[in-house]
């Protein structure tokens, strides 16, 4: 499997925030690069998007918004496609979802009735977000795997940039 190549931009180390788009793109690239189930649509599209990006000229902060639309648009391609997440994917959705549908219900009632801090209330539900997300997170990794951009990032940089 083999993506087109991201392209560089002159002065890259000069721009800090632009340097990290970029690095965050290319590792994400790299990650996708190890999948192995990677449908074929999938990479026709991430292909595609990559050549729109190439052939666009780019100030620098249009380079950041645009690196990070296609970041966005690849993700979004290969969770749809591939049901592939990234790592600890669940995890952050459902705790925030388990403060609002748990905690905070369950923070109103407490200080209502028993004149407990709204707080505990919001603990408790980001704690029951949290075990929902880092169970739908192990499935997810047993069945589909997820990418780690954390690993990639570091490589990256290992090869020197």
């Not at 592939?84 to 459902?94: E, V």
Request: glycine residues 8%; aromatic residues 10%.
């Amino acid at each position: 499997m083999s993506f087109e190549k991201l392209k560089s931009f002159e002065g890259l180390d000069r721009h800090r925030r632009l340097k990290e788009e970029w690095i965050y793109a290319e590792a994400l690239l790299y990650a996708l690069k190890q999948q192995q189930d990677l449908s074929a649509d999938s990479l026709l599209f991430i292909n595609a998007q990559i050549k729109d990006f190439n052939a666009s000229s780019h100030t620098i902060k249009t380079a950041i918004s645009d690196l990070s639309s296609l970041q966005n648009a690849i993700l979004r391609q290969v969770r749809v496609s591939d049901n592939i997440r990234l790592k600890n994917y669940y995890k952050s959705h459902w705790m925030i979802l388990g403060i609002l549908a748990i905690g905070t219900p369950l923070g109103l009632l407490f200080h209502a009735f028993t004149e407990i801090n709204i707080l505990v209330g919001l603990i408790l539900g980001l704690g029951c977000g949290f075990l929902i997300g880092y169970n739908k997170d192990r499935k997810q990794g047993m069945l589909h795997g997820f990418l780690d951009i954390d690993a990639s990032i570091q490589t990256i940089r290992q090869r020197g940039f």
